[in-house]
C-alpha cells in the first residue's frame, strides 16, 4: 500500500457506494467526517516527547535544548501550548496523540514518515491535509479502543476489525439532530467501541 491512496474505480456504478481516497474528508449532510486507514496515533506515539513543566523555570516553561555539530544551544519554551493545554487532553495521552493531528491539520503531521509506511512524498502534502477541522475524526491503530471529545471534534480509534484469526472491534457512532447553533458536535454525537 502506497500512502496516500487514491480511490477505488468501479467498472459499474452503484449509487449507494462511494468510493474514497486514504485519507478523505467526508461531508455527510453538513457533518465533516475525516477518515484514515493509516496508523498515526501509534507512530506519533513512538516520536513524541512529553516534558513536565519546571517549577523552576515557572508556571509554563521548559528548558529544551538543540544539538548541532557546534554544541548545545538551551532555548525557553513556553509549554505546553495553548493548543496542547485543553483540559480533555491534560494527562491523557491518546488524547494528546490525537491532537496533533487535528493541531497540525495533517492526517499524518509527521516527517520522515514511519520507515515501514510507503509513503508519495509528492502526494503527501497535497492530500492529507484537512482543510477544516472535522465533526468526527476516525483514526483506526493498534493502541486502545477510544472516544474522545478534543476540542469539539469527536476523535474514534475503533482499533482494527480483524486482529490476526480472531475478530477485533468496530465503533459505532449516532447522530442526532442538533438542538442548538453552538457548533459543538460532540453534544449531539455518543457511540460505542464493539468487541467482536
Known sequence: MIYPTPAF???KHYPN???APD?????????IVGITSVDVLLNIGKEEISLPCSPELGSGSQT???VSRDGWFPYILSWPPAWFQSSSTKGDRLGRLASHV????????LYPPEESLNVDLELL??????GVTPHVLILPSDLR???????????????????????????RLVVNPPTSSDGNCAKIISGEVIKI
Open 64 to 66: 529544551l535544548g538543540l
Open 17 to 19: 457506494v462511494l468510493c
Open 9 to 11: 474505480q468501479l467498472t
Open 145 to 171: 479502543s477510544f472516544i474522545k471529545d478534543i476540542n469539539g471534534c469527536v476523535v474514534v480509534n475503533p482499533e482494527r476489525l480483524a486482529k490476526g484469526v480472531v475478530g477485533g472491534s468496530f465503533a
Open 125 to 130: 502534502e497535497k492530500h492529507t491535509h484537512l
Open 102 to 109: 487535528l493541531a497540525q491539520q495533517y492526517f499524518y503531521p
Open 23 to 31: 485519507p478523505c474528508v467526508v461531508d455527510i449532510q453538513g457533518l
